[in-house]
């Protein structure tokens, strides 16, 4: 089956994004293939390339970006969400040297996540 993983839930502070990681690991061991991970509302925080979590914690920004190599997953932030929340691209920076949209992450807009949508068998929100 064909999923599309929509992650509403930060980086930290609560469990949800580490949910819809271990969800889509499972997913994808189990054979299914995800077409893309969509970030939105308070999940944009998992795309800010300026999250630095202590030693000893679990790098949920990390964890994503290997997952998309790994994988070849697109990663979409919510353009309205991210925007909100302060995390931008070289296209929505006031100044180019103000970016801190992590690597691997794409900025997108909801007609992207719409086309993802259709082209699926289920669509997930955590």
């Given at each position: 089956?064909d999923?599309?993983?929509?992650?509403k839930?930060?980086?930290?502070g609560s469990?949800g994004?580490?949910?819809?990681?271990?969800?889509?690991q499972?997913?994808?061991?189990?054979?299914?293939?995800?077409?893309?991970?969509?970030?939105f509302?308070?999940?944009?925080?998992?795309?800010?390339?300026?999250?630095y979590?202590?030693?000893?914690?679990?790098d949920?920004?990390?964890?994503w970006?290997?997952?998309s190599?790994?994988?070849?997953?697109?990663?979409g932030?919510?353009?309205?969400?991210a925007?909100r929340?302060?995390v931008?691209?070289v296209q929505?920076?006031?100044a180019?040297?103000s970016?801190?949209?992590?690597?691997g992450?794409?900025?997108?807009?909801l007609?992207?996540?719409m086309m993802?949508?259709?082209?699926?068998?289920r669509?997930?929100?955590?």
């Open positions: 089956m999923y599309l993983i929509a992650v839930s930060p980086a930290y469990q994004a580490y949910s819809a990681y271990q969800f889509a499972a997913l994808l061991q189990a054979g299914h293939r995800i077409r893309q991970i969509f970030f509302q308070e999940g944009v925080s998992n795309g800010n390339g300026l999250v979590p202590a030693n000893d914690e679990f949920m920004v990390k964890a970006q290997q997952l190599r790994e994988w070849q997953i697109p990663l932030l919510c353009v309205a969400a925007q929340r302060g931008v691209d929505t920076a006031r180019d040297s970016t801190n949209l992590a690597e992450f794409a900025i997108v807009g007609g992207e996540f993802a949508s259709l082209a699926v068998d669509v997930i929100t955590l």
